[in-house]
T-cell receptor, first 115, second 111 residues
Framework: DGGITQSPKYLFRKEGQNVTLSCEQN?????MYWYRQDPGQGLRLIYY???????QKGDIAEGYSVSREKKESFPLTVTSAQKNPTAFYLC??????????????FGDGTRLSIL | LAKTTQPISMDSYEGQEVNITCSHN???????ITWYQQFPSQGPRFIIQ???TKVTNEVASLFIPADRKSSTLSLPRVSLSDTAVYYC????????????FGIGTKLQVIP
């Protein structure tokens, strides 16, 4: 079945440590996204990529970095500069750009906590 | 960018039809209306999308009046498994347009 795979499901980070969240899709979608969701809140866009080797900052990119070397993969690194990283992280993809009207397919998320 | 407004929460008994209305007064001509469902600790799932009038699929119906300034997601005969957060989004299909998933509507189905 086609879909988006996020790993790990749970991740713990020590103070001052960088961690990388994996996101892989086999839907042959051009566009991929990373969101952050805090308890009781909506989704906030961290980064998005409309095509391989290109990505743009979303609303809350500070303290995060991404790469898009392959169409299928869009890993997110949470750096030590992100002072409040505890959240639920969601990766998504769509056929083309995020027009709002373009349906997005989501993974099941990675829950990141601080030790 | 069209802003959407929807109720924060709703309760319904099992077996009832549930209607969740979303207001989008400044919807643009090329905007589509899309609804997602999110269960706890999962990513949102696309439910239905429409442009005008009525759209129906195996999960829900979407009613859009002629002025398109609002839309109503209708869930027939809800069950406990329909307890989730429902998001309404408005936007074009092509290119990139910044969109925001608001807080959504938390639907609680009661036995």
């Amino acid at each position: 079945d086609g879909g988006i795979t996020q790993s790990p499901k749970y991740l713990f980070r020590k103070e001052g440590q960088n961690v990388t969240l994996s996101c892989e899709q086999n839907l042959n979608h051009d566009a991929m996204y990373w969101y952050r969701q805090d308890p009781g809140q909506g989704l906030r866009l961290i980064y998005y990529s409309q095509i391989v080797n290109d990505f743009q900052k979303g609303d809350i990119a500070e303290g995060y970095s991404v790469s898009r070397e392959k169409k299928e993969s869009f890993p997110l690194t949470v750096t030590s500069a992100q002072k409040n990283p505890t959240a639920f992280y969601l990766c998504a993809s769509s056929i083309s750009g995020q027009g709002g009207g373009q349906p997005q397919h989501f993974g099941d998320g990675t829950r990141l906590s601080i030790l | 960018l069209a802003k959407t407004t929807q109720p924060i929460s709703m309760d319904s008994y099992e077996g009832q039809e549930v209607n969740i209305t979303c207001s989008h007064n400044n919807i643009a001509t090329n905007d589509y209306i899309t609804w997602y469902q999110q269960f706890p600790s999962q990513g949102p799932r696309f439910i239905i999308q429409g442009y005008k009038t009525k759209v129906t699929n195996e999960v829900a119906s979407l009613f859009i009046p002629a002025d398109r300034k609002s839309s109503t997601l209708s869930l027939p005969r809800v069950s406990l498994s329909d307890t989730a957060v429902y998001y309404c989004l408005v936007g074009v299909k092509g290119g990139y347009q910044k969109v925001t998933f608001g807080i959504g509507t938390k639907l609680q189905v009661i036995p």
